[in-house]
């Protein structure tokens, strides 16, 4: 088994890759949700569906997440999207929906919007454009729908058909994430200092690295120096020299060109590094490790995987946690791994051979699978079980 086939019998489905969080939508969405068709429904007699709606907003500016809902519409896209109708507006008397002029265009989040249908001069004109926008989606053909609905109605298809979408695009952001915690958390695990600290608690709360690898350290982002690239995590020695840069690419769907030009630039990174350690002892060096997973990769595997996987000291996969203490120890960092138990209902014999012959056997880590670990200093890292001496 080489490394790429390694790569395809350890990848990982989406439901595999670990989320850090927005696994589900606030238990009252479809609460709101509900309440909103409601509003609607008691005032739609009152005046035209587009007033109602405007009406409703201004009233509970927070509905706007409820309605984008309806539409189809992730949270990012409305905000973009009204970003830009906010941007281009302009009335008779110059007036703004923003304060910086058109052609400095300054991107707001939803709860900059939110917060200007309560306080802004101009709500009205604000709540306004907001109903066309809505209304431009389908909204009010949706609307017709389910305000003929009953309550017990409305909860199935919120569950069956909106609450899955919305999962799937909040899922998508998180994935990374998750798989950036759970890597964190093994090599915390193994003892080593890492930056950003504390990203095995919150991989979102810290930043993604700068450094410079000429003179291998940690800068502030410079676009204009090549020697400057971004990694998701570095592994430090006691005295606080970089020695692990890990670089993290979960493609659960179709990485794109995105996935391609990262390819690039991992092996140029290799490069650098391997430039850098010349003339190093093996104490300094310092070595790329891959955290790469998902079967996205299929989609277009020539352009990214297949030429990058060679890219990397190493690589590891949410399945395959446990070669990042094997290589620690490998590269002398820790000397404290005394086994791995694969789990067998995962890894056929030929997959078990292979890690023991290539990965274990080599630096005197033992095949402890099917051991009594009773009592062992144990620590599961995706499909096998790291023995600690």
Not at 125 to 132: C, Q, Y
Not at 293 to 309: A, L, R, Y
Request: glycine letters at 6%.
């Amino acid at each position: 088994m080489n490394k790429l086939e390694e790569f395809w019998y350890c990848v990982a489905p989406q439901e595999d890759l670990p989320l850090y969080k927005g696994q589900e939508i606030s238990s009252g969405a479809c609460t709101n949700l509900i309440n909103f068709i409601e509003l609607y429904k008691s005032l739609e007699s009152q005046d035209t569906p587009e007033n109602t709606i405007q009406k409703i907003i201004l009233l509970n500016p927070d509905s706007i997440s409820d309605i984008r809902v309806l539409v189809g519409v992730s949270d990012k896209r409305l905000y973009l999207d009204l970003t830009y109708l906010a941007n281009i507006y302009t009335d008779s008397n110059n007036r703004r929906l923003v304060n910086e002029e058109r052609e400095h265009l300054l991107k707001h989040n939803t709860t900059f919007f939110i917060r200007q249908l309560s306080l802004s001069p101009m709500k009205n004109i604000l709540a306004l454009e907001i109903t066309k926008y809505f209304v431009a989606r389908g909204l009010l053909d949706i609307l017709n729908t389910f305000t003929s609905l009953t309550k017990e109605q409305i909860i199935p298809i919120f569950d069956n058909l909106i609450a899955p979408k919305e999962i799937q695009q909040m899922q998508a952001k998180y994935r990374g994430h998750g798989a950036e915690q759970a890597f964190a958390k093994v090599v915390t695990a193994c003892g080593c200092p890492i930056t950003p600290e504390h990203k095995d608690i919150d991989p979102m709360a810290g930043y993604d690295p700068n450094v410079d690898l000429d003179s291998m350290s940690v800068v502030t982002r410079d676009a204009s120096n090549e020697n400057c690239h971004s990694f998701d995590l570095i592994v430090n020695d006691a005295s606080g020299n970089i020695r692990v840069l890990i670089q993290s690419l979960i493609h659960s769907s179709d990485p794109g060109q995105y996935g391609v030009n990262k390819s690039d630039e991992t092996k140029d990174i290799y490069k650098r590094i391997n430039l850098h350690n010349e003339n190093k002892t093996d104490d300094r060096k310092v070595y790329l490790l891959g955290s790469v997973d998902g079967v996205g990769f299929s989609e277009n595997p020539n352009g990214t995987i297949v030429k990058m996987i060679d890219a990397f000291d190493d690589f590891f996969q949410m399945h395959t946690l446990f070669k990042i203490p094997v290589f620690l120890q490998k590269i002398g960092m820790i000397d404290n791994v005394e086994g791995i138990s694969f789990d067998k209902s995962y890894f056929e014999d030929k997959a078990i051979s292979h890690f023991v012959n290539n990965y274990l056997a080599p630096i005197g880590i033992q095949n402890m699978t099917d051991a009594n670990l009773e009592g062992k200093n144990t620590l599961q890292a995706g499909k096998a079980v790291v023995i600690f001496k």
